[in-house]
């Protein structure tokens, strides 16, 4: 759901559409697998003449995000962060006083 929305925001046309809503896939999908149960999770897009910059926020969880190890070619996962780090401008994370988390990446066009 998450894909389909900020694919029809951006539109099929804009130049950062592709990267956007697959790194989404990856930051969502995180959330998802690895935040605290219950909640919801967050999600914000700005738009400006250069870039693109989404936020997803979640309940946090007990790890943090780091690229921790080379992706193995067999290993169904882990492959996220290195997708991230390679397709995204920038990318960051912060955790909120009240122990959410906040996980940000930028794509230029």
């Known amino acids: 759901m998450a894909r389909r929305w900020l694919s029809a925001w951006l539109g099929h046309e804009h ?10 896939s990856e930051a969502f999908g995180n959330s998802v697998l690895y935040a605290r149960p219950g909640g919801m999770v967050e999600l914000t897009v700005e738009l400006t003449d250069q870039l693109v910059r989404v936020e997803v926020v979640d309940r946090g969880g007990q790890g943090e995000p780091a690229l921790r190890y080379e992706p193995d070619s067999d290993r169904e996962s882990g492959r996220g962060l290195y997708i991230l780090d390679f397709l995204a401008k920038e990318w960051g994370w912060e955790r ?10 930028t794509v230029g066009f």
Do not use: H, I, K, T
Not at 15 to 24: D, K, M, N, R, S
Not at 96 to 101: A, F, H
């Open 15 to 24: 130049p950062a559409e592709y990267a956007a809503v697959q790194l989404l």
């Open 96 to 105: 909120l006083s009240d122990q959410r988390l906040r996980f940000w990446y």
